[in-house]
Structures are given as C-alpha cells and as structure tokens.
C-alpha cells in the first residue's frame, strides 16, 4: 500500500455525539450524500464501492477498510476518537491505494476530497447545519486529465481522449499554471474552478512545456464521460 496519512479534527462537540453521527448510516448519508433533485451526479468510484468494519470500540476506534469490485482491499482507514476541553478530536490515519504513480495520485485525490467531506462533517455537528460543499459525485464537469501534485505545481500524467485536455492540446509532461485565467498551484484550484460549471462550458488554460508558456482552451466534459483523470 501507498504512503500513510494523517490528519486531526477538533470538534466543538462531546466525543458520544461524534461517534454517533460516524455509525449512524442514515444520518452519515444525508451529510456525504448529494443535495435534493440534484442535475447530474457522477457515479461513485468502483474503488471505493465497499466498506467492511474492522475493528470498533464505543466512542474510541473504528477501524475499516475500502474494497474494489474484485473485493481487493485498496485502503485501510483508522478513527481515534478523544474527549478534549473543548468537546472532541478525530484522529484520522489512512494507508492504501497502491504503489504505483496511477495510485498515488488517485491517494491524493481522495485525501483532498475526504478532508473536504470532514469539514462539512465537523461544520454539521457544531451549528445543525448540512452546507452540501462537498458531497459524492458533486462535480457535474471533468477536464478528463490526470494529474499529479509536484514543488512547482501539477503536471499533466494522462489526457482522456476527447476531453478538455485532449481538445486543448496538453500532453504527458506540461505544468498547468492557469485554467480559466485563475492561478493553478494545486489539485483544489482545478477543482474550484470545473466545480462551478457545467459541462461544455469552454475555458482557457495556460501551461508550461519545456521553456516555453503556451495556452489555449477545450470544453468541460460531463464528470460521467471521462475515462481518466478528473
């Protein structure tokens, strides 16, 4: 399995009610799951199609693993739940996803769209709130590139064949640096800005290849026909 991560929440909440809201399925889907009558919705990823608990301990640890369609393990995830002064903390550690660069990147994806999804969680238990930021399968368009976080940036790993990068040129190697005249640094800028257009909305991207900074522009594809990438 892939490199571990580790993040901490602090939840203005007592530790009884965290855990609750974590092993309640109906309460757990209306927060992860999509707002009502939504447009379109991408299907979930195969990869993480089944989850199987572990190991748990009232109001201490959940243990669980995520299963592909083949019903091989692709990640293991841990939950340490501790009382604080100010209500709770989650401890959350997570292994898995491959060794390869393919997985790494889709670890990567993954960890930013998991602490997104934490975030909403810990909003929701302090104010009653469901904010719908981030949901399964919220993003209605995809460039169809895959890519990966480096020092400099992201670097284009895979282009989807009739996707917006196909149509815009990019290749393996080139360093995105602006998409839609917005900066790009990381995963979360790309991510902002396809988040909030629909599907052959057509927009700009600046990139880096070899020395040289080229640009030029494509269509969004829809989020349920891209092959790769996001």
């Given amino acids: 399995m892939s490199r571990e991560w580790k993040r901490k929440f602090d939840i203005g909440v007592p530790v009884e009610r965290v855990w609750a809201a974590v092993v309640d399925p109906a309460e757990l889907g209306a927060l992860t799951g999509p707002p009502p009558n939504p447009v379109t919705v991408q299907p979930q990823s195969p990869a993480l199609s089944r989850m199987n608990v572990l190991e748990a301990k009232e109001h201490e640890l959940l243990r669980w693993s995520l299963s592909n369609e083949e019903e091989e393990v692709v990640a293991e995830f841990t939950m340490v739940f501790e009382s604080t002064e100010t209500g709770s903390r989650v401890s959350v550690t997570r292994c898995g996803f491959g060794e390869d660069e393919q997985s790494d990147i889709f670890g990567d994806a993954h960890t930013l769209g998991f602490c997104?999804?934490?975030?909403?969680?810990?909003?929701?238990?302090?104010?009653?709130?469901?904010?719908?930021?981030?949901?399964?399968?919220?993003?209605?368009?995809?460039?169809?590139?895959?890519?990966?976080?480096?020092?400099?940036?992201?670097?284009?790993?895979?282009?989807?064949?009739?996707?917006?990068?196909?149509?815009?040129?990019?290749?393996?190697?080139?360093?995105?640096?602006?998409?839609?005249?917005?900066?790009?640094?990381?995963?979360?800028?790309?991510?902002?800005?396809?988040?909030?257009?629909?599907?052959?909305?057509?927009?700009?991207?600046?990139?880096?290849?070899?020395?040289?900074?080229?640009?030029?522009?494509?269509?969004?594809?829809?989020?349920?026909?891209?092959?790769?990438?996001?």
């Fill in 116 to 230: 997104h999804g934490m975030i909403d969680f810990v909003l929701y238990l302090e104010t009653g709130l469901m904010a719908k930021r981030h949901y399964n399968g919220c993003f209605r368009s995809a460039l169809g590139v895959m890519y990966k976080q480096a020092d400099f940036g992201l670097e284009v790993r895979g282009v989807d064949a009739g996707g917006f990068g196909d149509q815009a040129g990019l290749a393996v190697g080139d360093r995105i640096v602006r998409l839609a005249d917005n900066a790009v640094y990381s995963r979360a800028d790309v991510w902002q800005q396809i988040g909030m257009r629909e599907p052959g909305s057509e927009i700009t991207v600046e990139f880096v290849r070899g020395r040289e900074l080229l640009s030029s522009s494509g269509k969004l594809i829809s989020a349920t026909q891209r092959a790769i990438g996001e």
